[in-house]
């Protein structure tokens, strides 16, 4: 690509420039060490690496998800300070590979300021998308005084090391904590992954973040979300969980695949946490629904394979398994909500964040 026609828009419009002179005035810290907390992975203290599965499963995974795995969705590090400055040093696996979705979503992150339930948008790592490693000024010039800190990671791209550059006169403290130290397990596709969110704060796990006091594991596995058992196996072996999310209809190969996988997958988890609340989602109406009747009979007749299977669990006695119509999340103008047809725009998202938020208050709690 010519350089000089790539760089045109910055030329025109100041206000897209990327950072390409931090100075040395920063202190740099690793989110590893103390005070910081990063969420959104189960398996780091054990494993030390920014990985949403463990390094070696104690049960085999398909080499997809193992991949999938090493991408930081719903991934966060917080903290407090009172630093008027902050920026972030990144070093992504790879650099932007994706079409439809931006590169500030696949492998920027970005910044919250504030406690749970008023959380502020601040700004969005600027990089160049051709490399794999980035250094971005989130805010500067603020004043002196304490605020709480949240960074959102890469949705689809892995993070080798992250550091936090602050101001070397300032001070940070430890992330307050949540109201528990449960957690909100959401297992599905490349729609719970954050495909096409256009930056990680986007993500409806990350949203959803943002109303309640509780960590969010992001559990998400674009397009090979199938419903293992070997993933029920892992998944299970989380501690503490508040409340398992189960959201990968679109990806199972078949029908009679989910009718098997399903109520498997719930009985793996149920020999380990009889009593945690259990969510069942149907998939979101796609574009193409409105012109293309198979596709609409198709989603349809999952949605009540899934209902049915809900409802007979139910009167076994599996009186904490609830069922939610993946049709709803969207809204009536459905047809405007995703980057694709497929995947959520940020609107999707914010709508599926908000049409679950009522729903997962009254489990979780």
Known sequence: MDTSRKNEIEKLDSSMKIDVDINN??????PRSEPFRITGLPWLEQDGVYRR????????????????????????IRFQTDSPKLSVRVVLADRATMYQMPATGQCGVDCYIGTTGAQLYVNTTRFDQSQNEYESILFESLPWEMREITLNLPLYQGVKEIWIGLDPSSSVAG???FATNKKVLIYGTSITHGACASRPGMAYSNILSRKFPIEMVNLGFSGNAQGEPELAHLIS????PALLVLDYEANTPSTERLQESLPEFIRIYRSRHPEVPILVISQIRLAKEAFDETMLRRREERKQLQMAIVE?????????????DGAELLGADYQECTTDGIHPSDLGYFRIAETLSPILGKLIF
């Open 25 to 30: 005035d920063w202190e740099w810290h690793s």
């Open 53 to 76: 599965l463990p390094l070696e499963p104690s049960h085999p995974i398909r080499s997809e998800v193992d991949r999938l795995a090493n991408y930081t969705a719903g991934v966060q």
């Open 175 to 177: 992330f307050p904590g």
């Open 237 to 240: 072996q989380i501690d503490e």
């Open 312 to 324: 007979r669990l139910q009167q076994e006695g599996d009186t904490n398994l609830h069922f939610c």
